[in-house]
Nanobody, 126 residues
Framework: QVQLQESGGGSVQAGRSLRLSCVAS????????MAWFRQAPGTEREGVAS???????RYADSVKGRFTISQDNAKNTLYLQMNSLKPEDTAMYYC????????????????????WGQGTQVTVSS
């Protein structure tokens, strides 16, 4: 059974940091592209960052320079280091996985991602 389990969310003040983790199971992790998405209340889910099987990375413009996506294939785990957090980063953060290549400008299209986690909440106060 393919599963993604996020953790690491919480409530922090603006300017602080958080690190999210996503543990994958039920599939060959190293064969999959992985990504982080987020969704704030009343908004559409949006792509935050993606990393493919060759460790090529893409970021949303809104998080470039502040967030870092990484992965540990030996631990089947995806990470998102979030620094200099802003109130507008407040959202539910989701991990996603898919076996098809996605190192292109349309990587954040939701329909291109096959498996999703349940999400972890990040709240940033001013």
């Amino acid at each position: 059974q393919v599963q993604l389990q996020e953790s690491g969310g919480g409530s922090v003040q603006a300017g602080r940091s958080l690190r999210l983790s996503c543990v994958a199971s039920g599939f060959m992790y190293s064969d999959y592209c992985m990504a982080w998405f987020r969704q704030a209340p009343g908004t559409e889910r949006e792509g935050v960052a993606s990393i493919d099987t060759k460790d090529r990375i893409r970021y949303a413009d809104s998080v470039k320079g502040r967030f870092t996506i990484s992965q540990d294939n030996a631990k089947n785990t995806l990470y998102l280091q979030m620094n200099s957090l802003k109130p507008e980063d407040t959202a539910m953060y989701y991990c996603a996985a898919d076996p098809m290549p996605k190192h292109d400008t349309n990587w954040s299209q939701l329909a291109r991602w096959d498996t999703w986690g349940q999400g972890t909440q990040v709240t940033v106060s001013s």
